[in-house]
């Protein structure tokens, strides 16, 4: 199965990844990722993206594509992939459908900005195992401000903050609000309630899968 992850940062979209990558054995493809590889490997689409980015600008979509293209080619994806925050906008979008690329479902996980500022806030992470907790959730650390691993001092990452996390979130909101309605128009996307208990959104993720699969047989 091919799948487009959608969500916001701080919605639980890198959790979900990860647990339908595992259920379905299939990759996860980040463009981030696979641009650093494909820089690193010296495939001719990251011949492309150097020169871009040794200039300081933007990888161009039809160089994207044709990243994703090469990665989609590889062994680890004939039983299927997610691609995770790609696509981020409508021209990279149609760029996808163009490629002849086929794409099963859209999982869109939505959670409101006020449970997002929280989650995101709260987060604090160890300087010495980079060990992840949040003092607004379950997750909280046993004495405050210590790791309960190695007792390293936890930090609050710029990432963060609550200022960065809403410009992190206007940029996205920006972006992919015609995202969606482009999909929505295809009745491709499904969304899924990131606010409630992990287990029950992976449950109800995996029941949408499973349907999606009996539905394209």
Do not use: W
Request: hydrophobic share 35%.
């Amino acid at each position: 199965m091919n799948i487009i992850l959608l969500g916001a940062p701080g919605a639980g979209k890198g959790t979900q990844a990860e647990i339908i990558s595992a259920h379905l054995n299939i990759p996860t493809i980040s463009t981030g990722d696979i641009i650093r590889a494909a820089l690193k490997n010296g495939t001719e689409m990251g011949l492309k993206a150097k020169s871009f980015i040794d200039k300081g600008h933007l990888v161009p979509d039809e160089v994207v594509i044709g990243i994703v293209t090469e990665r989609i080619k590889q062994e680890d994806c004939k039983k299927g992939f997610i691609l995770d925050g790609f696509p981020r906008t409508i021209a990279q979008a149609e760029a996808l459908d163009n490629s002849n690329i086929i794409i099963d479902c859209v999982l869109d996980i939505e959670v409101d900005e006020e449970v997002i500022y929280k989650r995101m806030s709260g987060r604090r992470v160890c300087e010495k195992c980079a060990r992840v907790y949040n003092v607004n959730t379950d997750k909280r650390p046993r004495v405050d401000g210590k790791c309960d691993v190695c007792a390293g001092t936890l930090v609050q990452r710029m990432d963060d903050k609550i200022e960065t996390v809403k410009e992190r979130l206007k940029v996205y909101y920006d972006q992919t609000h015609a995202l969606k309605e482009y999909y929505d128009k295809r009745n491709m996307r499904i969304v899924v309630d990131g606010a409630k208990p992990l287990p029950e959104i992976t449950e109800n993720v995996l029941k949408i899968l499973q349907a999606q699969e009996n539905k394209n047989g």
